[in-house]
């Protein structure tokens, strides 16, 4: 038998009702659903009967990575939570995705997932030590915080062990709840379930290599020089800098390729300066994204003691601060993350800040106090959305009305009033607490169902939520106008895919983004300027399927989506052109199957595929069109006093996004009047036993 490369070959699985731990062959997924998500729809798609619920014990969890996680591949360091979603009312299928340590850990422990089955009695925690697997009593830890959770687990294993935990919000299986590893990296929506199930935690370190394909080490030297020196960008893949520079023939404001001359991480010994970042120069690839300044402002530069990142990342986007405000709160001087993370607290400040600062101090001092204390308590802001559905609550006067008097009275809301970062204790506080402001972490459409929040909350158009699937926008209608529109539809959660954005938010002029695109996907009509769109096209629904199916490969090979794919380059040597198929070399590289760019994407369109098939599954019914891909009013009730298809506004049309729809079922081959993939289109993807499974359900178009 070959050896296997890339893949470890193995999964574990284990059930927590019955201690029973076992392993198996994960090559059975590997060959046609490539790891990470694919693997994970598969086995809820087989495993999990119908019907059941997210925190019912039937529901199964599975954590799992890819061929290119621990292979040293760059922004590799990712893992793939899938289970079903409590947050939608059908319970549907949805993902959750956490960088740091733990899916490269994962690996070098010898596996490519964790299947998690069943539900303890009691508190436990899954130690893994390489081969040696067991379940331990964690009710020391039932109660804490991640935070203490994992130092606890780390006197036990090591400090060289990952720790993924949960914290009070799991525990008490709070919709909105997140599984964190290495104490700031989160994954939202499923941490509850992990609470059902009674696993406090999962602790992993591992000795084992991960193998490439025999004799390709010098081929994957020359791959990893030739990304880093060519094609990659900064966060996001933005591949021109913030400000002018020498080398630079291009700049954009809202770059994340903050570093320039004269610009520092100024709380390292001794401070160092990010300087100029020229492409080629693959030492400095790391100090070109600053983000805690773009995030938090000029002021953070002064605190700022490193940016961070995941296994195997060369962008570094994790700010690492000096707050020491922080110890006022009782906590450690240090604070830790990057984007919705700081940005969440800050939408919790209904009045500002004290200081009258968007940008201040105390709004530095306010954010990380609320992401060090949502990371603790396992808390997930929905992107953003948790802030959202309280500042609409309150700011309507539904949030007093649905207090008991007691309650209300027992909330210290002159730290709201007086913009005192104090406010994110009391905020956080009672969302973990049992009172009734805690329901603001059932989501959007538990808390409707709760409170009878009213049409406006969905229709508003500044409130960003999506659909009752419970999720809010994330890159939608203002990115790509149709394109946006029809990313976000094909999720049971907020889309969490950058593909699209990656590309359209890249920095570089709108003439030469059109070229590229008439590359990729076949005209240049699949871009639209900002704010000056035009009606639907069949290039715009190709460009919207890549963008899907990018995510699920990247989601499923695992790579950060929030880099990848290599739309574009820094380069001016190569006219700015990045390289779309470096997945498929660095597959091919890996597992010694090769694959071109065409036959990988094709694997993607079936994970995508599936995905479909197993919301389709879930929802019980093949009328997506009209039950599942909802497109909120505001996107064509924004900017009353303009008309779809002018200059100056995101506003589209309700004929042309049903045109949008059909084009897209169209492009996957999926039945036009319902959304639903066709028997023919399951067996061309190889899918056979998904679509007898669904004829069996009367669910197949």
């Known amino acids: 038998m070959a050896k296997v490369t890339g893949w470890t070959g193995k999964l574990l699985r284990v059930n927590l009702t019955t201690g029973k731990i076992t392993t198996e062959d994960s090559m059975k997924y590997n060959k046609d659903f490539i790891g990470g998500a694919g693997l994970g729809y598969k086995v809820i798609f ?13 529901n199964k969890i599975v954590f799992a990575v890819g061929p290119l996680t621990g292979t040293t591949a760059p922004c590799s360091g990712r893992t793939n939570i899938t289970s079903l979603g409590p947050t939608n009312p059908y319970h549907a299928v949805t993902d959750s995705h956490m960088g740091g340590n733990f899916g490269p850990w994962l690996k070098f422990a010898g596996y490519d997932a964790i299947i998690i089955e069943g539900a303890s009695k009691s508190p436990v925690w899954l130690k893994i030590e390489d081969d040696n697997v067991t379940i331990e009593d964690a009710s020391n830890l039932w109660g804490k915080g991640v935070i203490d959770t994992t130092h606890e687990i780390n006197k036990i294993m090591g400090k060289e062990a990952c720790v993924a935990a949960i914290g ?16 700031n990296h989160s994954a939202g929506g499923h941490g509850g379930i992990l609470g059902a199930k009674k696993l406090k935690a999962i602790g992993i370190k591992g000795t084992k290599a991960v193998h490439i394909a025999e004799g390709k080490a010098k081929d994957w030297l020359d791959l990893n020089k030739y990304m880093l020196g060519e094609i990659i960008g900064a966060n996001n893949n933005h591949v021109v800098p913030s400000t002018p520079q020498s080398w630079a023939e291009y700049h954009s404001k809202g770059s994340r390729w903050t570093a320039q001359t004269a610009l520092f991480w100024g709380a390292a010994n001794p401070p160092v300066e990010t300087g100029e970042c020229p492409p080629g120069d693959l030492n400095k690839v790391g100090l070109r994204t600053q983000k805690a300044v773009f995030d938090l402002g000029p002021v953070a530069e002064a605190r700022t003691v490193k940016m961070g990142g995941c296994y195997s990342c060369p962008i570094r986007c994790q700010s690492n601060l000096y707050v020491p405000e922080l110890e006022k709160y009782g906590l450690t001087p240090y604070a830790t993350s990057t984007c919705i993370n700081f940005s969440a607290p800050g939408t919790a400040m209904l009045n500002g800040y004290s200081d009258g600062d968007s940008k201040g101090e105390v709004a530095l001092i306010t954010k990380c106090l609320g992401s060090r204390l949502a990371d603790d308590y396992g808390i997930w802001s929905n992107y953003g959305q948790l802030p959202r559905d309280f500042k609409y609550a309150y700011s309507t006067g539904k949030l007093k009305e649905v207090l008991p008097e007691e309650e209300w009275n027992s909330i210290d809301w002159s730290l709201l009033e007086k913009g005192d970062p104090g406010w994110m204790l009391e905020f956080y506080n009672n969302l973990i607490g049992d009172g009734e402001f805690s329901h603001l972490l059932d989501g959007p459409y538990y808390l409707d169902q709760r409170w009878n929040l009213g049409e406006e909350y969905w229709n508003g ?23 946006g529109v029809l990313v976000n539809i094909m999720f049971n959660r907020d889309a969490n895919s950058h593909t699209h954005m990656n590309f359209i938010g890249a920095g570089l002029p709108i003439e030469l983004l059109k070229e590229i695109a008439g590359e990729v996907w076949g005209s240049p009509d699949a871009l639209d300027a900002p704010m000056n769109y035009t009606p639907m096209n069949e290039y715009k629904a190709k460009f919207a399927k890549w963008s899907i199916d990018r995510n699920m490969l990247h989601d499923s090979i695992t790579l950060c989506n929030w880099v990848w794919p290599m739309t574009v380059s820094p380069s001016k040597e190569r006219n700015y052109r990045g390289d779309t198929a470096l997945e498929a070399k660095f597959y091919s590289l890996a597992t010694g199957i090769e694959m071109s760019e065409e036959e990988l994407d094709l694997q993607a369109e079936r994970i995508t595929t599936l995905h479909r098939a197993l919301t389709i599954k879930n929802m019980n019914t093949i009328d997506m069109r009209n039950e599942h891909d909802y497109i909120p009013e505001w996107v064509f009730n924004v900017d009353p006093d303009k008309k779809p298809f002018t200059e100056g506004t995101v506003k589209l049309d309700r004929e042309d996004m049903q045109l949008a729809l059909t084009m897209l079922y169209r492009e996957y081959g999926w039945d036009e009047k319902t959304g639903a993939p066709t028997r023919e289109t399951y067996e061309r993807l190889g899918l056979k036993d998904v679509a007898d499974e669904l004829e069996k359900l009367n669910l197949l178009p």
Not at 46 to 58: I, L, M, N, R, S
């Open 46 to 58: 087989d495993e999990v009967p119908q019907g059941t619920k997210a925190f019912d014990e039937a």
């Open 168 to 183: 009070p919000a799991g525990e008490k299986m709070k919709n909105l709840a997140s599984i964190v590893n290495t104490v």
């Open 461 to 483: 158009a500044g409130n960003n939520v999506w659909s009752k699937m419970a999720y809010p926008k994330h890159h939608s209608n203002e990115a790509g106008a149709q394109v």
